[in-house]
């Protein structure tokens, strides 16, 4: 059984910022009420930095208990500990670091060393996290969208977009001339909600191909989030999402 996706369009880049952080709060209280805990799988990449920052904000900050939330990473770039591309690093200046989160709570992906190991590590990490299951069951995964049509760090054309065993692969991407970590597409859709964030024209074209365009995965990787039995929702500004009315 495929979960509901919705297509929510907003005047500014500010607005989705604001519409995530709020979708994050509810869920986070949705979760622990549940199951005492919320585990979230943060996007990297730039247009989650304003989310990020007002859920640290004096507004946000105190409306969640974060001693009771698991961070996880969609995707890393393999990079060393301290570099600025790292997807950790963002979530821990704008975000992490400000909040009362248990060091254990937080599941970063290490960047530097063999990838293919990284990548096992990862995976060990989130089976580990959630013993017994076939799937990771994240409660909630953050996504971005390239222009190409990746996400997370499923780039068209390359492996990782056939992966349907493991849950977390390192993916070589040809056109960065790097391997990635990054959770595969099935692991993904497990998650019982996930949230795209899109805004900028620059997004417009891949966006447009992704929703309304003919499946084909390989050239858009994103066609692949398509949660089994969770939610899937898109928080797009009107520059990403003017395409999507001429289709
Ligand atoms: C990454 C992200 C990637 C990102 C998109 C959009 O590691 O870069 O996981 O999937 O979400 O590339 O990036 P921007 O938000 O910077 O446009």
């Keep these: ?15 989705v910022a604001h519409a995530a952080a709020e979708r994050f709060v509810e ?6 009420s549940d199951h005492e805990l919320f585990s979230v799988a943060l996007a990297g990449g730039n247009t989650p930095r304003r989310m990020y920052e007002l859920l640290a ?7 969640i208990d974060w001693s009771r939330v698991h ?10 500990a301290d570099h600025p591309d790292r997807n950790y690093r963002l979530a821990n200046e704008t975000l992490i670091s400000h909040l009362a989160v248990p060091p254990v709570n937080v599941h970063p992906i290490k960047g530097d060393g063999d990838p293919t190991t990284n990548a096992q590590l990862y995976e060990n990490e989130l089976r580990s996290f959630f013993l017994g299951l076939q799937w990771p069951r994240l409660d909630c995964v953050l996504l971005g969208l390239g222009a190409d049509g990746h996400t997370a760090s499923l780039f068209p054309h390359t492996r990782a977009l056939k992966e349907q065993k493991a849950w977390v692969v390192a993916n070589w991407v040809e056109k960065l001339g790097s391997f990635r970590i990054t959770l595969t597409a099935p692991a993904i859709n497990r998650a019982a909600r996930i949230i795209f964030l899109v805004t900028g024209e620059d ?11 003919r499946p084909d995965p390989e050239r858009f990787p994103a066609q692949l ?3 089994e039995s969770g939610s899937l929702v898109w928080l797009v500004d009107c520059r990403a999402a003017f395409q999507l009315a001429t289709q």
Excluded: W, Y
């Design 27 to 32: 869920h986070a209280h949705d979760a622990i």
């Design 57 to 63: 904000s004096a507004d946000f900050r105190s409306r």
């Design 71 to 80: 961070f996880f990473f969609g995707d890393e770039r393999c990079v060393p």
């Design 203 to 213: 997004k417009a074209a891949a966006l447009a191909a992704v929703l309304n365009g």
């Design 225 to 227: 989030i398509q949660p």
């Design 1 to 15: 059984m495929q979960g509901s996706t919705n297509v929510l369009v907003f005047e500014t880049a500010e607005q």
